[in-house]
């Protein structure tokens, strides 16, 4: 059976979506579509969704999930009577809210993640740059400034993972690739003297070598870069410099880029600057 779920609000739609995917993620079971319905801001749009959404039922002869975050209440009322099963997280939470703080919400429309706080913004901005400038050992004479260095074999998440940090969290992120150049005379993997300054803020990746062989192979297929054997070495120089030199890693091959980053900060105790988005 598939359920279809639509994530819709009059604003960006990422609070809608963000809690719909957590919640519906419960149900591994359950194939569930899921449909994103953003800025959905006047009476017309409202109507349209209306006529989709019972299109949606009859088709799938079930009655579609609906979780939104609509503020006017026209457009709510013409939602309401779309055939679905209705979360409505504005009135789920902030009544409850309400009577409790004793204050009237705002009930205003794309409050959490407008630029608001430009501080704050620039910030986010700023973090993004330092992780773009800062990617695969570009510049690393900017290593003073960073908050973590993240080091690894190529293709274990240090990108995406660094990006993550500082857009989510405001964390100055840089990483380094760990490569064959780094090896000593007799063959292990050594210390990348760009690093040695900045121990304390090193921070390890790694890999099943299964699963980045499977990974490098998408980008070069059949070739050294790729063969289990390579990838199994460099992993084993990898992690024993990690064990050498007491630097924190954790194993990227089952987590998301999200429990990356979360665990990275839990173990580091590094500070984010703003909450996520």
Do not use: W
Request: aromatic content about 8%; overall charge negative; some cysteine.
């Amino acid at each position: 059976m598939t359920r279809t779920a639509f994530f819709i609000s009059d604003g960006t739609g990422i609070t809608a979506e963000t809690l719909g995917r957590s919640l519906l993620a419960q149900f591994a079971s359950l194939e569930i579509r899921m449909v994103t319905k953003p800025y959905i801001d006047s009476t017309e749009k409202a109507a349209n969704l209306a006529a989709v959404i019972e299109a949606t039922a009859v088709r799938d002869g079930e009655k579609p999930i609906i979780i939104d975050t609509i503020v006017d209440q026209a457009i709510r009322e013409i939602i309401s009577r779309a055939p679905g099963f209705k979360v409505d997280v504005f009135t789920t939470f902030l009544a409850p809210l309400e009577e409790e703080l004793n204050v009237h919400s705002s009930y205003s429309v794309g409050r959490t993640h407008a630029i608001g706080q430009d501080d704050v913004y620039m910030h986010r901005i700023d973090s993004v740059h330092f992780a773009l400038d800062n990617d695969d050992g570009a510049r690393i004479h900017q290593y003073d400034t960073a908050d973590v260095i993240l080091i690894g074999v190529s293709r274990c998440g240090k990108t995406p993972t660094s990006l993550y940090l500082a857009l989510q969290f405001g964390i100055r992120a840089a990483n380094y690739p760990l490569t064959e150049d780094d090896l000593d005379e007799d063959g292990m993997l050594k210390m990348p003297r760009a690093l040695a300054p900045h121990r304390h803020k090193l921070f390890g990746l790694t890999i099943d070598p299964r699963r980045l062989a499977a990974i490098r192979s998408e980008r070069r297929p059949n070739s050294r870069y790729c063969s289990i054997d390579q990838c199994l070495q460099e992993i084993q120089q990898a992690e024993a410099l990690y064990k050498r030199h007491h630097i924190p890693y954790i194993d990227t091959t089952r987590f998301s880029i999200e429990e990356i980053s979360t665990r990275l900060i839990a173990e580091t105790g590094l500070q984010r600057r703003f909450s996520p988005r």
